[in-house]
C-alpha cells in the first residue's frame, strides 16, 4: 500500500513561494510531494540551525536558496565538478609554506573589511577554478585600490577552451 508523506499545511504558502520565487515546476504529484517533503526537512535544519545561532552556538545563520528541495546527496552530486584522480600525481595536495615571523590572527573575515563580492553561483559549469581566480584578483584590486570590482569568470572560461579548461 501507497502512504502519503504527511505535509505541512501551514507551509503551504512558503511552498509556492519557493516554487515561484526559484522557478521550480515539477512533472508530476509525486515528484512535486517528494520534493516538497526534502523542502520541509531542509527548511527545519534552517530553522533549527538559526535558533541555535541566536544561543551563541554557531557563528553564521542560514537560509533557504534554490536548492532546498535536494537532498545533501543531489546537491554534491550535481553541483561538486572537480574531481581529483587518486593516481594524478601531478595535484599536490599537501603545498603548504608557514609564515614566517608573521603574527597571524586566529581568524579574519574579509567580508567585513570590503574584500569580497556577494555570493557567486557557479551553477554546475564546473569552473571552480574561475571563480578561485577572480575571487583572489578581486581581493587584491581591493587592498591595492579601495575599490570592490566583480570580475567576470565568464571571461576567463570564454579565453581558456583551447588550453583544456573546459
Given at each position: 500500500a501507497y502512504c502519503a508523506p504527511m505535509l505541512d499545511e501551514q507551509l503551504g504558502n512558503q511552498w509556492a513561494l519557493f516554487k515561484r520565487v526559484h522557478e521550480k515546476q515539477y512533472n508530476s504529484i509525486e515528484e512535486e510531494t517528494a520534493r516538497r517533503t526534502i523542502w520541509e526537512a531542509n527548511?527545519?535544519?534552517?530553522?533549527?540551525?538559526?535558533?541555535?545561532?541566536?544561543?551563541?552556538?554557531?557563528?553564521?545563520?542560514?537560509?533557504?536558496?534554490?536548492?532546498?528541495?535536494?537532498?545533501?546527496?543531489?546537491?554534491?552530486?550535481?553541483m561538486n565538478g572537480f574531481k581529483v584522480s587518486a593516481k594524478d600525481e601531478s595535484f599536490d595536495r599537501h603545498t603548504f609554506l608557514a609564515a614566517s615571523n608573521v603574527a597571524i590572527p586566529d581568524a579574519v573575515d574579509w567580508r567585513t573589511k570590503g574584500y569580497v563580492t556577494p555570493i557567486k553561483d557557479q551553477g554546475q559549469c564546473g569552473s571552480c577554478w574561475a571563480f578561485s581566480a577572480t575571487g583572489s584578483l578581486e581581493g587584491q584590486h581591493f587592498a591595492?585600490?579601495?575599490?570592490?570590482?566583480?570580475?567576470?569568470e565568464q571571461n576567463l572560461v570564454d579565453c581558456s577552451g583551447k588550453f583544456g579548461n573546459m
Open positions: 527548511l527545519a535544519k534552517i530553522q533549527k540551525h538559526n535558533v541555535e545561532a541566536d544561543l551563541g552556538i554557531h557563528t553564521y545563520t542560514l537560509g533557504m536558496n534554490r536548492f532546498g528541495d535536494m537532498t545533501n546527496e543531489e546537491f554534491r552530486k550535481q591595492k585600490t579601495q575599490q570592490l570590482v566583480s570580475l567576470s
